[in-house]
């Protein structure tokens, strides 16, 4: 192992290992077992995602030497104005042509490279033990590799009170892009169409009655995607590439080896017509609740058929025939959302300058650079004040 590669804790120690190391670790599968995403996706994530992330992971014990958790992080060069609109983009693009690096940084993220973030404890108890032990050891493991900033990315509210502890070392918390999440309590999409505003559901119909006029659209639900890869994938990057926040790009091999290795959790909806699929969408899902990860569409036909509502239809009806109580959407697109009666998942990006005197300046700046601030629908949404 590269010299180094431990640092002392208050309780413990944190060893920083690999993934080949982690392999018959019994540690390293009860660390994510209770997830959705569990320790398979984050193999999955770090063996075909190509967006130049160095992973590692830290094994935190404790005094006695006992393996407490295992927390993936990743060094990654970030753009920090990404998908922020208007003057101060202008500006920082300005600036950018003398000092081209200007806000982009080495930063050490703490998470999933594509999902949101969980603390890797092998013991739901130890929540807390974990937060203490990476505030303890972040900090300086950034500093070893040369990372301005420390992240942690995309945490769902429930570990605010794990975290708030990190506020006593300096990192600010600003709201992430939030998730969104539809409560099943309907026997049927028709139960659930007549919860929506008249004027919901008058724009609905009409969708529905266009696509209706046209050639017969097909759905599959299936957990093997092999055979159809060649015609998915493209769906997948005609979507990506028209999205103004890009953090990570699925792979082929992403999809394959999802549906290979979790294939009780992998869903794929595939939408055809007169044989040819027009769209599909990748699902998982995990004990009462579908996880919406991602869409493609054919947008020679998408837009005008209205195929993001049609397969949104279809999921939802999927998952009430399943007895599924909760449908989790991923971030973007919130203004249909919003008209859908969806309701917000908070997510929590926990930051830090690795420099003691940049921090309370950066600290400062970073609320204005927050993704939410440039999201105006965010605050039509009941439970916005949650953010």
Not at 10 to 15: D, E, H, M, S
Not at 37 to 52: A, C, G, K, S
Not at 226 to 248: G, M, N, Q, T, W
Not at 274 to 286: D, E, P, Q, R, Y
């Amino acid at each position: 192992m590269p010299p180094g590669n431990a640092i002392p804790l208050p309780q413990g120690v944190a060893k920083v290992v690999t993934l080949a190391e982690l392999q018959n670790c019994g540690a390293w599968r009860r660390a994510f077992q209770n997830k959705c995403q569990d320790h398979r996706y984050y193999e999955i994530v770090e063996e075909t995602l190509q967006n130049d992330f160095e992973h590692h992971y830290l094994l935190l014990k404790d005094s006695s030497g006992n393996a407490r958790a295992i927390q993936p992080v990743f060094f990654v060069r970030q753009n920090l104005v990404q998908g922020v609109p208007g003057k101060i983009r202008s500006v920082v693009d300005v600036i950018r042509k003398l000092f081209p690096r200007f806000l982009t940084m080495r930063v050490l993220m703490v998470g999933c490279g594509a999902g949101t973030g969980d603390l890797g404890g092998c013991d739901q108890r130890d929540e807390a033990w974990v937060a203490n032990a990476l505030r303890a050891s972040l900090l300086t493991y950034a500093r070893r590799n040369k990372a301005s900033l420390v992240v942690l990315k995309d945490f769902p509210a429930n570990y605010r009170s794990a975290v708030e502890t990190f506020a006593l070392s300096g990192y600010t918390r600003i709201p992430s892009m939030p998730m969104t999440r539809l409560p099943l309590r309907y026997e049927n999409w028709d139960e659930y169409f007549r919860t929506l505003s008249k004027a919901t559901r008058k724009d609905l119909r009409r969708k529905f009655r266009k696509a209706g006029r046209a050639p017969k659209i097909e759905m599959e639900v299936v957990s093997e995607i092999a055979p159809f890869i060649d015609e998915i994938y493209p769906l997948y990057l005609a979507v990506h590439e028209r999205s103004p926040l890009k953090f990570e790009t699925l792979t082929r091999d992403y999809f394959l080896a999802v549906a290979e290795r979790m294939p009780e959790r992998a869903r794929f909806f595939i939408w055809r017509q007169s044989g040819k699929i027009v769209a599909f969408s990748f699902c998982l899902a995990c004990g009462e609740a579908i996880y919406d990860e991602c869409i493609g569409l054919d947008y020679s036909v998408a837009l005008d058929l209205h195929l993001y509502f049609y397969t949104l239809r279809d999921i939802i009806t999927w998952a009430l025939q399943q007895r599924l109580k909760y449908y989790y959407s991923n971030p973007l697109n919130y203004e249909p959302k919003l008209h859908l009666d969806c309701e917000l998942v908070p997510l929590d990006l926990y930051v830090r300058h690795t420099s003691a005197l940049l921090n309370p300046i950066f600290c400062h700046l970073i609320k204005y650079l927050g993704p939410t601030r440039h999201e105006p629908v965010l605050q039509r949404f009941p439970n916005a004040d949650q953010l």
